[in-house]
């Protein structure tokens, strides 16, 4: 199939001056960085806006660009002192830290909400598997977070998380009601493969420092757990193209990026993304149509891993059971474990018999019960009963999407994607276990718009099979 061009109805003088405006306010950022960093920032949202405006296409391939590839600046970070005397969690220690794909994401959602209103477009009202579950969960936060916040237990650190989530739901409604072509779905496609490519190979120059790898351009606090399930994430979609894949010259290909993102993945040193690539392998090998070359190829990883794996992976592995003995470890089954995972496990118990109990409907609001870094426990805390059993539904429409798609697509490439989204969502299932994996915009972003991919796909395959069916009648006679 002949692949249109993009076309963008920008004037080009627009395009020019911002691209000359662009250019000399880095020139300048190098001589005066603090002075410049308001007009970058306005130029940069000037810039999204117009994109926006003129081709949603367009602005998703920056967005996704953004994601893995954009610094960071941080305002109002706590100082040293503060974290040491407990005034504030780990994440507000680090203050409210934007990146350029946050301000992309806010004002591609608000600028996509002006245009639906001005172009009367209906983009709300697609009826999707999700909108109910999605829609339930984030008003059950909400009225949970504004109640916290007007009870002065909550302050606007929560109101953000609470508009965070809403532009993920967003995001998705973008993608579904505006990618109405087979060929932009393969080009936002190859743009995620190519961002992802591009955070590997940063990734692995971070290797030979001897830190656990990060994303790029992370500043000193790193999140390497993140990473490591966004890595993961992508390695089950390229897997998952990979088994469909129709030429051996795509299969090399594939097989390439995957040894790409495997490197910096290992070198994450994260246990919870090791479980859910773990997890996500074994949901390969049910779903997947060629069980006996997983099977193999599992096995002979296994055979190899002794050799291969580097010593200061499998040592931070081992680390869970044989750390020197420190007070307060617990112990499962007998065996003492590391003091990150006995934390978690207590965060876990204090959820549940201290925190839950006070507020058992509504919860406690988004941020009212401090840094807990487990996503199923803080759901129940912040949001309650009601919001963790939107919550959970929530997740099992996803889970019937993506599994409905590996059935129902028949485009090879996307019945893959599907495949493996599926796959590397079973992965995130377990990695939220020890992880905020559903609200952390590097993993959240690209796992809404694969989603609404998928879904867009199966309209569009309904689609022409309608169109398809009415022919074949209109030329029988039928109509």
């Known amino acids: 199939m002949k692949i249109k061009p993009i076309r963008v109805p920008i004037p080009p003088t627009i395009l020019l001056t911002f691209i ?8 300048t950022s190098l001589l005066v960085p603090e002075l410049i960093k308001g007009p970058i920032l306005l130029l940069a949202a000037l810039m999204i806006v117009v994109v926006t405006f003129s081709s949603i296409e367009l602005a998703l391939y920056f967005l996704i660009l953004s994601t893995l590839l954009s610094p960071e600046i941080t305002f109002g970070a706590a100082t040293h002192g503060e974290v040491i005397s407990g005034q504030v969690g780990t994440t507000e220690s680090r203050g409210i830290t934007l990146r350029l794909d946050d301000i992309m994401l806010a004002l591609i959602c608000i600028t996509w909400m002006f245009r639906i209103a001005i172009r009367h477009e209906t983009g709300f009202l697609r009826h999707t598997p999700i909108n109910q579950a999605a829609g339930l969960y984030w008003f059950t936060a909400a009225f949970s977070t504004f109640l916290a916040f007007f009870q002065g237990n909550v302050g606007m650190y929560g109101i953000f998380f609470i508009i965070k989530y809403l532009e993920y739901f967003i995001l998705f409604y973008i993608v579904v009601n505006h990618i109405h072509d087979e060929a932009i779905i393969k080009r936002l496609l190859t743009v995620m493969i190519v961002t992802c490519v591009l955070s590997s190979l940063i990734g692995m120059a971070q290797i030979p420092q001897g830190i656990r790898v990060s994303a790029p351009f992370e500043g000193e606090l790193g999140e390497p757990n993140t990473f490591g399930g966004y890595l993961m994430f992508m390695f089950s979609i390229i897997l998952g193209i990979l088994i469909y894949a129709t030429n051996n010259k795509q299969r090399y290909l594939l097989l390439l990026i995957l040894g790409i993102i495997f490197v910096p993945f290992i070198f994450t040193e994260s246990r919870s993304s090791y479980l859910s690539f773990f997890a996500a392998i074994l949901c390969f090998l ?53 003091t990150s995972t006995t934390e978690r496990l207590k965060s876990w118990e204090n959820v549940l018999k201290k925190a839950f109990p006070k507020n058992p409907f509504l919860g406690v609001g988004v941020t009212g019960g401090g840094f807990l870094d487990a996503q199923y426990p803080r759901v129940l805390l912040e949001s309650g009963m009601i919001g963790l059993v939107f919550f959970i539904w929530f997740l099992r429409r996803v889970w019937v999407v993506m599994k409905r798609g590996v059935y129902e697509i028949s485009d090879p490439i996307m019945r893959g994607v599907s495949l493996g989204a599926l796959c590397g969502y079973g992965g995130l299932l377990v990695h939220a276990i020890g992880a905020n994996t559903f609200i952390i915009v590097r993993i959240m972003e690209p796992f809404m718009i694969v989603l609404g991919l998928i879904i867009a796909m199966r309209i569009l395959e309904n689609k022409k099979e309608k169109e398809k069916q009415e022919k074949k009648y209109t030329e029988k006679g039928f109509i």
């Open 286 to 338: 049910f779903f997947s149509p060629k069980k006996k070359l997983l099977i193999f190829l599992c096995l002979s990883g296994i055979a190899l891993a002794p050799f291969v794996i580097p010593k200061s992976v499998s040592d931070r592995i081992l680390f869970t059971f044989n750390q020197s003995e420190q007070s307060g470890q617990l112990a499962v089954g007998g065996v003492k474990i590391d």
């Open 20 to 27: 000359l405006s662009t250019l000399l306010l880095y020139a």
